[in-house]
């Protein structure tokens, strides 16, 4: 029996996922399918590639021995592909994809019929959520993430810094005054997202935290973005939430004189850098041209520079 490079494909994903059905899923394959596709490629072979367990597998030593040589196999079949002018397969199958949801509503979801005109391939299943969702056990093929980054397992690309500024209404900083230091916070309602009390700032003499306070906390972000607006207090927000009511005027930077200090960005995080399917590639690379290094929401957007730094961050 000849070797299935399609079977080959589908175990290289199984290894990066470290899930039958999820890799299935990419595929277009049931559970079941995948694991005979599995089972008839072991049979080729003569060995076992995948320790089975009811949540998860592993690579025998021999699936690990494997696994470099069916990478060099289908890199070698797509260079033989473009070779003779057929190129890379298009980008084609349904696409998973979990958000944040304030930033997906925001500025993914309209970009997300230009993408499907352009990838008629594709088909999307677009979850917006604000919990952190494990890739693996949900099947999800690609996640955008807001933030720093913490799991190291995963792999990210940056698709946009994340700027971000303390902002407050006219109305509020003429009722309370306007704060000259980070230490004069102490004297201000402060709008408080989660447990984020402690805010970190750059200064002449160096980093300094501040501990805030203030009459309203939330998990929701877009909750804060409408109490600042309301004259609630001084919020900490990202330009992309909050860039228009800075152009318009309907909220002023404050302390632009004092950069915050956490490095955050926007990122695509996926599983792993194995044979990465051409859809997930294409909405990375559609989104990073969309939002560019100088994000459309941070063109003169009236915030006086103040910004995190926006290097790499760890994942």
Request: proline letters at 6%.
């Amino acid at each position: 029996m000849a070797l299935d490079l399609d079977a080959v494909a589908l175990f290289v994903r199984v290894a990066a996922l470290g899930n039958v059905s999820a890799a299935g899923r990419e595929r277009g394959l049931s559970p079941a399918s995948a694991s005979t596709r599995l089972a008839q490629l072991e049979s080729v072979l003569g060995a076992r590639l995948l320790h089975r367990t009811t949540r998860r597998v592993a690579l025998t030593q021999e699936g690990e021995q494997f696994l470099s040589h069916a990478q060099v196999l289908l890199a070698a079949q797509a260079q033989a592909l473009a070779s003779v002018g057929q190129g890379y397969a298009a980008p084609q199958g349904r696409l998973r994809v979990s958000c944040s949801s304030s930033f997906g509503r925001q500025h993914v979801s309209p970009a997300l019929p230009v993408f499907l005109a352009q990838y008629p391939g594709i088909s999307l299943d677009f979850r917006l959520t604000d919990r952190v969702v494990d890739l693996i056990e949900e099947g999800v093929d690609l996640a955008i993430r807001v933030g720093a980054l913490r799991d190291s397992s995963l792999v990210a690309r940056k698709l946009a810094p994340n700027r971000r500024t303390l902002c407050a209404s006219p109305a509020y900083l003429a009722a309370r005054g306007v704060p000259r230091h980070p230490g004069d916070l102490a004297a201000h309602d402060c709008l408080i997202l989660g447990e984020q009390r402690d805010w970190r700032f750059v200064t002449p003499g160096g980093a300094l935290s501040v501990r805030v306070n203030g009459r309203l906390a939330s998990d929701n972000g877009e909750v804060l973005r409408d109490a600042v607006l309301a004259g609630l207090g001084i919020a900490l927000k990202s330009t992309w939430d909050v860039g228009v009511h800075l152009k318009r005027g309907e909220l002023v930077p404050v302390l632009p004189a004092y950069p915050l200090a956490e490095e955050v960005a926007i990122w695509a995080v996926y599983p792993s850098r194995a044979f990465v399917p051409p859809k997930t590639h294409a909405l990375i690379e559609f989104l990073q041209a969309r939002f560019g290094p100088v994000p459309y929401w941070d063109v003169e957007n009236g915030d006086g520079g103040h910004s995190a730094a926006h290097g790499a961050a760890g994942v």
